[in-house]
């Protein structure tokens, strides 16, 4: 009875399996190790990793070993574990923010693989390989800042045709990120704020208001100003403050000048604001 009730275990779990890469176009199977403990993990692990009709996790808890089932031209195996590590999950690729790792629960704080210790004697080839990754990495949020400050120009000049205009240049820009090869840092705050990025881009661009863009270059600008505080520049950028803007709530902005140009207002009150805090 115990030979017939594994095997029909193992049926399901192949059915299932079977089922899932039906439901996922271009489906790659991959197993992989994913530190934890039990099922609370489990639960993470996998939620973390699925995303509908793109992706399916499934970890066991015993061998710690998750299958990974996902569309090859949608996602890839970095990007899954990246999004399991934000969540408190080791793998041997990706290691947790320790600061998530020591808020999961304590049934839930698994031994960690060590990390490994850098050398400090690295030829100068590798030095060159690793400083052109970098580059690369950092250039990935750049044509976001850069639009993001073009469209900011316009609205200080209250011109709405030309910030729709750069707000859909700004959209192409966020499309293009390719979020498996942001640091671990970046790829935090792209998580957190990629949604509310698009929508608020969306908004600006779909209306010639220079009044209802401003509403939404609110939010578009904390949205900004998350990325911006994670992403390595050549020079500094200037966190300035209009207490006056939105209806006497106060708003923010990002601006690659030290001087006040204020986009909320436009030509009316210009010069209205300060800076207060420079991000270098």
């Keep these: 009875m115990k030979l017939i009730s594994k095997i029909l275990v193992a049926i399901t779990v192949l059915l299932s399996f079977t089922s899932c890469e039906a439901q996922i176009k271009n489906a790659k199977t991959e197993t992989v190790k994913i530190y934890g403990n039990c099922d ?8 973390a990793g699925n995303i509908k009709s793109i992706a ?5 808890d015993k061998t710690q070993i998750a299958t990974l089932i996902y569309d090859a031209k949608k996602n890839n195996q970095d ?15 990706f290691l947790a923010p320790d600061k998530t790792y020591s808020k999961l629960d304590k049934c839930c704080q698994y031994d960690r693989p ?4 850098v050398k400090t004697e690295t030829p100068k080839t590798e030095m060159t390989g690793m400083t052109m990754t970098e580059n690369q990495e950092a250039s990935q949020l750049k044509p976001i800042f850069d639009n993001y400050f073009t469209l900011k120009d316009a609205l200080v000049k209250t011109d709405g045709n030309t ?7 700004l959209i192409s820009a966020i499309n293009a990120v390719k979020m498996e090869t942001l640091k671990m840092d970046e790829h935090m705050a792209w998580m ?12 600006i661009s779909d209306t010639k208001d220079a009044g209802h863009q401003r509403d939404h270059f609110a ?12 992403s390595k520049q050549d020079t500094p950028t200037y966190f300035q403050h209009c207490p006056m803007a939105n209806d006497g709530k ?21 010069s209205c604001g300060k800076t207060v805090e420079t991000i270098k």
């Design 163 to 169: 910030a729709s205009a750069k707000a859909k240049e």
């Design 114 to 117: 060590k990390k490994e210790i």
């Design 79 to 93: 990007e899954i574990l990246k999004r399991i590590a934000l969540v408190g999950y080791d793998s041997d690729k």
């Design 40 to 47: 609370k993990c489990k639960n993470k692990i996998e939620k």
């Design 219 to 230: 939010t578009l600008s904390k949205s900004v100003y998350e990325l911006i505080k994670v």
């Design 56 to 60: 399916k996790v499934t970890w066991d």
């Design 250 to 270: 106060g708003a923010d902005w990002l601006s690659k000048e030290n001087t006040i140009k204020n986009p909320y207002f436009g030509s009316m009150m210009l």
């Design 192 to 203: 957190k704020v990629v949604a509310n990025l698009k929508e608020d881009a969306e908004h």
